[in-house]
């Protein structure tokens, strides 16, 4: 099969009802599930606009199954079987489809600009490289594998350390990106104000306007 591009974008999305718990103090079940689509629109807005990186999300969820293929993008589906796993069957997939590096993303980082994933891309060099943008609490926000299995997927906590830990043991080019727009993922009630502030024009901004 061709591909339009040698780079993927994978962006791991659970079962709704079990997203965006942080919030149940706030917001209904139904809303979280809206916030999560939301959010998950904003960033699939972006990257389809770049054009040297293919886009496929790795879910269980019916629902947003059909959500993505309505905004025109690959699913991979996996079997409800945690964010690792689930990741690995989409990095197999990639593989497979003769990918030569993939980037993770998660669907909660609604202020995530084109700029961000085409400096990533830019920053990748050799054939064994990983770039990681960590989170605000340590974990990884952006993670991009060259091959797509050059490392381990050490997801969970902080797992930033982790991955740059890994990433040295294999002796493999190493470069972290940091960026304002990728460390403010959505995990709590107070992240929301970043987006009313910084957000406008995003999906999720006039999510949040609904709420008032």
Known sequence: MKMSS??????????????????????SSGQRQDLTLS?????????????K??????TPDEKVKNFVKDQSVEVISEPGVGLI???E???????DSSYEEV????????????EDIEDILD???GERCVVITPSKENGTNALLLRPPNVIDLHYGGESFPEHVKEAREREVNLRIYRSDNLERDIDDPPDLI???????GTRTHSFINTLK
Do not use: Y
């Open 194 to 200: 970043k987006v009313e502030t910084l957000g406008k």
């Open 6 to 27: 040698k780079s993927r974008l994978i962006v791991p999305v659970k079962n709704l009802e079990e997203s965006k718990t942080s919030f149940s103090d706030v917001l």
């Open 53 to 58: 990186i293919d886009t496929a999300v790795v």
């Open 89 to 95: 069957i989409a990095l197999g997939d990639s593989v």
């Open 103 to 114: 980037l993770i993303l998660p669907g909660d980082v609604p202020l995530l600009k084109g």
């Open 39 to 51: 959010m998950l629109e904003d960033v699939l807005r972006v990257a389809k606009r770049i054009e």
């Open 85 to 87: 796993r689930a990741l």
């Open 123 to 125: 920053l990748a060099v």
